[in-house]
């Protein structure tokens, strides 16, 4: 099992950027797509932007162009800066794990893992 722990949020005015962590520990993912998924009261779960284990990214309509995705695999790490916040960017922040190596979509019933979340609070 996985164990994943997200820092690095906070509250932030509109145009102003954050750095979300999220570090893994129990086993090494190298092999596993890390995402970040965010929610708001109410809604669903969305994603927001992954990063496979070949280095490939991939990011919702909304993250593309502000938000950048990455990853240390020597620390078992991913990473999501975001800059340019929006106020509807206002959401519980997850890092997440893939439940198979070698495999990814965007859906969250892929993802076996997730942090305790991390509020991000973008002010008008």
């Known amino acids: 099992q996985v164990q994943l722990v997200e820092s690095g949020g906070g509250l932030v005015q509109a145009g102003e950027s954050l750095r979300l962590s999220c570090v893994a520990s129990?086993?090494?993912?190298?092999?596993?797509?890390m995402a970040w998924f965010r929610q708001t009261p109410g809604k669903e779960r969305e994603f927001v932007a992954a990063n496979t284990w070949t280095g490939v990214k991939d990011y919702a309509d909304p993250a593309k162009g502000r938000f950048t995705i990455s990853r240390d695999n020597a620390k078992n790490a991913v990473y999501l800066e975001m800059n340019s916040l929006k106020p509807e960017d206002t959401a519980v922040y997850y890092c997440?794990?893939?439940?198979?190596?070698?495999?990814?979509?965007?859906?969250?019933?892929?993802?076996?893992?997730w942090g305790q979340g991390t509020q991000v609070t973008v002010s008008s």
């Open positions: 997440a794990v893939g439940s198979r190596a070698y495999y990814y979509t965007r859906s969250t019933t892929d993802f076996g893992s």
């Open positions: 129990g086993r090494t993912v190298n092999t596993y797509a």
